[in-house]
């Protein structure tokens, strides 16, 4: 089981940048993929997928509506995954969560508890 701690959420107004990072412990690390995640805020609202990280080799992928504005990167010495949130939108305003799961699985099954970000127009 991957135990993962996020933090650095927090309000921000938009135009501006953020960086949340993801402490993982507990795992073999160099066979997992890492991701964020987030939930909007309102009823009905299911959680999204932002971007992914291979933790060896450091291949990316990112969701559509966040390309070009958010980066996400790892430090293997600090077991720490990032998400630099660069030109923030106030649809960008969500509970973030990280998440982990072991190369070839089908679905993310670790998750953090999730961290705050909020972009005021």
């Known amino acids: 089981q991957v135990q993962l701690v996020e933090s650095g959420g927090g309000l921000v107004q938009a135009g501006g940048s953020l960086t949340l990072s993801c402490v993982a412990s507990?795992?073999?690390?160099?066979?997992?993929?890492m991701a964020w995640f987030r939930r909007a805020p309102g009823p009905g609202k299911e959680r999204q997928f932002v971007a992914q990280i291979t933790w060896s080799g450091g291949s990316t992928f990112y969701a559509e509506s966040v390309r070009g504005r958010f980066a996400i990167s790892r430090d293997i010495a600090k077991n720490t995954v990032y998400l630099d949130m660069n030109s923030l939108k106030s649809e960008d305003t969500a509970v973030y969560y990280c998440?982990?799961?072991?190369?070839?699985?089908?679905?993310?099954?670790?998750w953090g508890q999730g961290t705050q970000v909020t972009v005021s127009s």
């Open positions: 507990g795992h073999t690390k160099s066979a997992y993929i």
């Open positions: 998440a982990a799961t072991r190369l070839g699985n089908l679905s993310y099954d670790s």
